[in-house]
C-alpha cells in the first residue's frame, strides 16, 4: 500500500507560461500531488509588461527568437511574501526559449533567485519544442550558483518530430494555424503538449508526493525519462 505523506508536506510551484502549455503541465502535476495529500502553492510570474502571443508576424517572432537567443530578460512583478517560506520542495517550471529559459523566469533569478533557492530542494519542469539540453544546462547552473540543491528534472516536449515541430510552433507564434496548413498535414497535429503527457505530469505528481513521504531523500532516482513525456 502507498505511504502518504506526512500532515504539512509542502511544495512551492512557481512558473511562467506564456501560451498555456506549462500551465497545464502544472495543473496537471499539482493534481497528482493533490491526491498524494502534498499541500501546493502556486506562484505564476507576471511580467510587468504583457507579452502578447501569438506574436503575430514573421518579423516580430524572428526578433523574439534573437532577443531570448541572447537571453534578454523580461522584468516581472514582485512574487507574493508566501513564496519566501519553508518548502518541502520548490518545482520551478516555465518553457524553454530559444534554447533557454524564459526571460521572465531569468528576472526572478537576478532578482529573488538567492533569496528564493539557497538551501532549497529544487526540481525543475521543463516545457519545450525538444531542444530542452542547453535550456537545463543553464537552468541547472542558474539553481547551484543560487545555493539550490537540484534533485532532479522533468522534460515535456511537443510530440511532432522534426523538423515539423519546429515549424509549426514558428507558425503558431507568428500568428497562423499550422494544424490547418496542407502541406503540414499528417506532419504537424497539434500545437503543444497531449492529453496523454497531462496524464503523465499528474503521475510524476503522484511519485514525488510518494517520495516525500519517504523523507525526500531519492527524489534524484524518480525516473521522469519516459516515451511519452518525451516522444
Known amino acids: 500500500m502507498d505511504q502518504s505523506p506526512e500532515p504539512g508536506k ?21 493534481n497528482g500531488l493533490e491526491k498524494a495529500n502534498v499541500t501546493v502553492v502556486r ?3 507576471v511580467p510587468v509588461e504583457q507579452i502578447r502571443f501569438p506574436i503575430g ?3 516580430g517572432t524572428i526578433r523574439l527568437m534573437i532577443a ?12 507574493e511574501p508566501r513564496c519566501f517560506d519553508d518548502y518541502d520542495l520548490i518545482i520551478l517550471a516555465g518553457p524553454t526559449w530559444s534554447y533557454n529559459p524564459s526571460g ?31 535550456h537545463w544546462w543553464g537552468l541547472k547552473n542558474l539553481l547551484v550558483k543560487c545555493g539550490a540543491r537540484v534533485v532532479n528534472v522533468m522534460v515535456f516536449s511537443h510530440p511532432s518530430p522534426e523538423p ?31 492529453r496523454q503527457q497531462l496524464k503523465e505530469a ?27 513525456a518525451q516522444p
Do not use: M
Open 68 to 79: 531570448t537567443f541572447f537571453r534578454k530578460r523580461f522584468p516581472i512583478e514582485p512574487i
Open 202 to 228: 499528474g503521475r510524476f505528481g503522484k511519485l514525488i508526493g510518494r517520495e516525500l513521504a519517504r523523507g525526500g531523500k531519492n527524489l534524484h532516482h524518480l525516473n521522469f525519462d519516459t516515451e511519452i
Open 104 to 134: 521572465p523566469v531569468l528576472a526572478l533569478f537576478d532578482r529573488d533567485g538567492r533569496r528564493l533557492f539557497n538551501g532549497r530542494l529544487v526540481l525543475p519542469l521543463i516545457s519545450c519544442r525538444g531542444y530542452w539540453r542547453v
Open 43 to 45: 506562484e505564476r510570474l
Open 10 to 30: 509542502k511544495i512551492l510551484l512557481i512558473y511562467f507560461s506564456l501560451s498555456s502549455q506549462t500551465n497545464n503541465l502544472v495543473l496537471a502535476l499539482s
Open 57 to 59: 508576424s514573421i518579423g
Open 164 to 194: 515539423w515541430r519546429t515549424i509549426g510552433v514558428f507558425l503558431k507564434l507568428a500568428g497562423a494555424v499550422p494544424e490547418k496548413k496542407t502541406w503540414l498535414a499528417g506532419r504537424y497535429s497539434k500545437y503543444g503538449h497531449t
